[in-house]
C-alpha cells in the first residue's frame, strides 16, 4: 500500500489546577501571545453543519475580524504547542543587535534611569520614582508566592510598605540600601537554582541605580522561570482539556473565514483515490462483499486517514500548500520526512554492504554498530544545501569497504577481492539516485512499517520491522513513536471534520 506514495509527491505565568478546565488553558495561552506566531489558512465550514466542508464564495471581512482570527490562531497555535512539545519553554525576549527597537528600547530606559540618578542626588534626594519601582518590584514578588507562602507574604507587605516607606522618605529617615538587601535576600529565596549566581552578583554592586537595574533584570529573567514551571505543573490538566480547545478554536475561525478546508479536502480525496487504485490493481475484495462479486471496493476512513498521514512524509513542501488541519505539525511533520530519507540511504547503504560481505559479517554486533555509526555520521548533514550526496556515498564506499576488509581480516576470513569491492562503491554509489531499487525497496519497507505501527493501534510491542530494516530498526522505532504521537492527537483534534469529508467522498463515489 505504501509504494504508491511517491507518486503524488505530493511554548508564574499564570496558576492552575485540575478545576481550570478549558478556562485554565485559554488564561494559560493568551498570557503570552508573543511567544509563538504562526500562520493557517482560513478554513471552511463545521462539518456539524454541512456533509461535506466546500469552499464558499468569498466576502470583505474588517480589520477587527483579522486581527480576531489572528489571535485566535496565535492562542490556537500556542496551547498546541505547550501539550504536543515536551520540551516547550518560554524565552526572554532578545531584539535583534542594531534594530530600531532595541536602539528605542535602550534610550527610553538611559532616560529613565538617568531621571532616577538625578532625582536621587538632589539634596534632599527625592524618591518619588524610587518608591514607585519599590512597588513594582513589591507587587513582581507576591506574583511568585503559592496559596500556601503566608509567611514570606506578610514579610513582603510589612518590610515594602509603601505608605510606610513614603512617610520615612518625607522625613529625611528612608534608608533605601536596607529596602535593597532585603528585596536581593526575598529574590535568593524565591529564585529558581540557576538564577543563584545572577542574585549573588547583585550584592556586590553598590549604587543606588545601577543596584536597581540589575534587580528589574533579574526579576525579568525570573518571570521567566516562573511561566516555565506553571506550563510544566498544569501540562497534565492542559493535555485533558487540549483537544476540545483547539478543536472549539479552530472552528471559530472557519467562522470568522469559510473558505478552506480546501487543502484536507483535496489531501485526504487524493489518498482516497490512491488506496481506491492499489485495491482495483491488486484485486482485493471488498468489504462484506466477497471476491470477484464487482462491487466497487469499499474504504476503511481509518487506513484512508491512515495513508493520507504517510503521505505527509512524502510531501513536497515548496510546491504544495499543506493542510490546514496539520498545519501547525507542518516543521514536525517535515523534520520526520528528513530523518527518514536519511534512514532510507543509510539501511540501503548497510544493506548492500552486509548483502556483498562475507556471510555472518552482519551478525557481528560491534562491527555493524560501527559501521551504522560510520555512515550516520557522515550523512549528518544530509538535508544542507552544501551536501553533496553522491561525493559522500564515494567517500563512503572507500570507508565502508576498508573497515570490511579489516574486519574480514581481524576473523580470519578470506580477504575482500578488488572485484567485490568495486562492486560494492558502485551499488553504494547508486543509491544516491531516487530510483535506486535498493533505496526505494527500504523506502517503501519503511512505509510499510510506519503503516503496520498505524493501523495496530500503537500497541506494544511495536510490529516486526521488514528484512533488511534490522540495522536501523532502533532509529526507525524511535521515528515511528513520534509519528503516531503527532497522528493520533490530530486525530483526536479534527476527526469529526476529516470523516465529514470522507463521508462525502464516499457518497460521490457511489
Not at 66 to 95: S, W
Not at 268 to 278: N, V
Not at 295 to 310: E, F, G, H, K, T
Not at 436 to 455: G, K, N, Q, V, W
Request: proline fraction near 5%.
Amino acid at each position: 500500500m505504501s509504494e504508491n506514495l511517491d507518486k503524488s509527491n505530493v511554548n508564574e505565568a499564570g496558576k492552575s489546577n485540575s478545576n481550570d478546565s478549558e478556562q485554565g488553558l485559554e488564561d494559560a495561552v493568551e498570557g503570552a501571545d508573543e511567544a509563538l506566531q504562526k500562520a493557517i489558512k482560513s478554513d471552511s465550514s463545521s462539518p456539524q453543519r454541512v456533509q461535506r466542508p466546500h469552499s464558499s464564495p468569498p466576502r470583505f471581512v474588517t480589520v477587527e475580524e483579522l486581527l480576531e482570527t489572528a489571535r485566535g490562531v496565535t492562542n490556537m497555535a500556542l496551547a498546541h504547542e505547550i501539550v504536543v512539545n515536551g520540551d516547550f519553554q518560554i524565552k526572554p525576549v532578545e531584539l535583534p543587535e542594531n534594530s530600531l527597537k532595541k536602539r528605542v528600547k535602550e534610550i527610553v530606559h538611559k532616560a529613565f534611569w538617568d531621571c532616577l540618578s538625578v532625582q536621587l542626588s538632589e539634596d534632599p534626594p527625592a524618591y518619588d520614582h524610587a518608591i514607585k519601582l519599590v512597588g513594582e518590584i513589591k507587587e513582581t514578588l507576591l506574583s511568585f508566592l503559592l496559596p500556601g507562602h503566608t509567611r514570606l507574604r506578610n514579610q513582603i507587605t510589612e518590610v515594602l510598605d509603601l505608605d510606610l516607606i513614603k512617610q520615612e522618605a518625607e522625613n529625611g529617615a528612608l534608608d533605601i540600601s536596607k529596602l535593597a538587601e532585603f528585596i536581593i535576600g526575598m529574590m535568593g529565596t524565591l529564585c529558581a537554582p540557576a538564577r543563584d549566581e545572577e542574585v549573588k552578583k547583585l550584592k556586590d554592586i553598590k549604587e543606588i541605580v545601577p543596584l536597581f537595574r540589575e534587580i528589574f533584570s533579574v526579576l525579568d529573567l525570573m518571570k521567566v522561570d516562573m511561566a516555565n514551571f506553571a506550563i510544566s505543573s498544569i501540562r497534565p490538566h492542559l493535555m485533558q482539556q487540549s483537544v476540545e480547545y483547539e478543536r472549539k478554536k479552530f472552528q471559530e475561525i472557519l467562522e470568522r473565514q469559510p473558505n478552506s478546508l480546501d487543502f484536507v479536502t483535496q489531501w485526504l480525496e487524493e489518498a482516497s483515490e490512491d488506496l481506491m487504485t492499489q485495491k482495483y490493481k491488486h484485486a482485493l475484495p471488498v468489504e462484506g462483499a466477497a471476491a470477484g462479486s464487482g462491487d466497487m471496493p469499499r474504504l476503511s476512513p481509518v487506513a484512508v486517514q491512515n495513508y493520507a498521514y504517510l503521505k505527509l512524509l512524502k510531501w513536497d513542501h515548496l510546491q504544495r500548500p499543506f493542510p490546514e488541519t496539520v498545519l501547525m505539525d507542518q516543521s514536525r511533520f517535515h523534520e520526520l520526512q528528513l530523518q527518514l530519507e536519511q534512514l532510507t540511504v543509510l539501511g540501503a547503504v548497510l544493506l548492500v554492504t552486509f548483502s556483498m560481505a562475507a556471510p555472518g559479517i552482519s551478525s557481528q554486533a560491534d562491527f555493524a554498530e560501527k559501521l551504522k555509526m560510520i555512515v550516520k555520521i557522515l550523512l549528518t548533514d544530509m538535508h544542507l544545501p552544501s551536501f553533496h550526496l553522491k561525493d559522500v556515498l564515494t567517500t563512503i564506499g572507500e570507508k565502508v569497504c576498508l573497515e570490511v576488509s579489516s574486519c574480514l581480516s581481524l576473523c580470519g576470513s578470506s580477504p575482500f577481492t578488488t572485484d567485490k569491492e568495486t562492486v560494492l562503491k558502485g551499488q553504494i554509489q547508486a543509491v544516491a539516485s531516487p530510483d535506486d531499487p535498493i533505496r526505494r525497496i527500504m523506502e517503501s519497507r519503511i512505509l510499510t512499517f510506519l503503516e503496520t505501527y498505524l493501523a495496530s493501534g500503537h500497541q506494544k510491542p511495536l510490529p516486526t520491522v521488514p528484512g533488511g530494516l534490522s540495522p536501523v530498526q532502533r532509529e526507525l522505532e524511535e521515528v515511528a513513536i513520534k509519528f503516531a504521537r503527532l497522528v493520533n492527537y490530530n486525530k483526536m483534534v479534527f476527526c469529526p471534520y476529516y470523516d465529514a469529508i470522507l463521508m462525502y467522498t464516499c457518497m460521490c463515489a457511489f
